[in-house]
């Protein structure tokens, strides 16, 4: 639970409260986070746009930020989110880097400054105010994955989307575990398929079934 403390550490007084939503996890989640003064939530549900919808929910602040647990945003997070939404540039995401040293992998990052069909994964987080977040129904429970790109994908619909010129900091343990070209190839087909609108679940499970992942 090393995210929590930097949250805490980088949050510079901007931020309200930070909420940990828990689907039943065996690792002493909940009780991680209330040491930490993370306000917690147990989901019924084990599915992260249900769960990242059920954060929500409980939510105070008019400004939402969405961060998965093995990344770490810029350490002026906060202070960059709400200068950028004072400027009209909301909602948006980062950009990454891995902790990695491996050079194919700064390539990879590299193409993370781009705001086209690819950006706007969870990787990169998510900055949206709560007005326009509830106002597109949140995220898509129906999807087990891509669940970021779907919201995405309705978000441009409506308004810009913006990626910063800073960059979140994303764990290479997928690619140390499997071989580059078996993530590239995970990536490109699960995205490939969800443009072609299959079910979720079925990407979901080519998708972990491809990198020997449980589900």
């Excluded at 909602?91 to 400054?113: A, D, E, H």
């Excluded at 709560?130 to 995220?139: D, I, Q, R, V």
């Excluded at 891509?146 to 910063?164: G, N, P, S, Y």
Aim: charged letters at 20%; aromatic letters at 12%; hydrophobic letters at 40%.
């Amino acid at each position: 639970m090393e995210l929590l403390p930097y949250l805490q550490q980088h949050a510079d007084g901007m931020v309200m409260e930070i909420i940990v939503v828990d689907a039943g996890s065996q690792d002493d989640t909940i009780a991680i986070a209330n040491s930490y003064g993370a306000i917690t939530v147990n989901s019924p549900v084990r599915n992260r746009a249900f769960q990242m919808n059920l954060g929500a929910q409980q939510a105070k602040a008019d400004i939402l930020y969405f961060v998965h647990a093995d990344t770490r945003p810029p350490m002026d997070y906060a202070k960059v989110i709400l200068s950028n939404v004072s400027q009209g540039k909301h909602p948006g995401c980062f950009q990454y880097k891995f902790q990695s040293s491996k050079r194919i992998l700064k390539i990879n990052s590299w193409f993370t400054r781009f705001n086209g069909l690819f950006s706007g994964g969870g990787d990169q987080s998510l900055y949206i105010s709560k007005l326009l977040f509830e106002s597109l129904g949140g995220f898509d429970a129906s999807f087990c994955i891509m669940e970021d790109f779907e919201l995405v994908k309705r978000i441009r619909q409506k308004t810009d989307f913006h990626v910063l010129p800073y960059k979140m900091s994303v764990s290479a343990r997928k690619y140390t575990e499997n071989s580059w070209l078996k993530v590239q190839l995970a990536n490109l087909m699960a995205f490939s398929l969800f443009l072609l609108k299959v079910k979720p679940a079925s990407i979901k499970s080519l998708y972990l079934n491809l990198l020997n992942q449980k589900k």
